[in-house]
């Protein structure tokens, strides 16, 4: 079960530092990803952090501003959000699926059973 928390309220350029919590104990082995889905719009790619490498990969729109972590420690995945813009407002959840997505489909929502109940930024301008 997963758990998406860190959402929250902040002006254009501000940041926020969400959080995926697993009652997993092996979450390490878990490929997991952030998507988000704004008003209006469909559920889109954000980020992607693999087990074992931790081979990171980002959606174009965030890249340079958003970093995908992991403590495996805590069983928790992390996405740093810096530079949000209003365009970043949408409902953001995490997703995880047991050891590895290949590559071609880490950016697809099927590829994840696992899903948190989302956590909402609002950034305004």
Do not use: H
């Not at 992607?48 to 420690?73: E, H, L, M, Q």
């Amino acid at each position: 079960q997963l758990q998406a928390s860190g959402g929250g309220w902040v002006q254009a350029g501000g940041s926020l530092r969400l959080s995926c919590a697993a009652s997993e104990r092996t979450f390490s082995r878990y490929t997991v990803a952030w998507f988000r889905q704004g008003p209006g719009k469909e559920r889109e790619f954000v980020a992607v952090i693999r087990w074992g490498s931790g081979y990171t990969f980002y959606a174009d729109s965030v890249k340079g501003r958003f970093t995908i972590s992991r403590d495996n420690a805590k069983n928790t995945v992390y996405l740093q959000m810096n530079s949000l813009k209003p365009e970043d407002t949408a409902v953001y959840y995490c997703a995880a699926k047991y050891q590895q997505v290949i590559v071609s489909a880490l950016r697809d929502p099927r590829s994840y059973d696992n899903w948190g109940q989302g956590t909402l930024v609002t950034v305004s301008s």
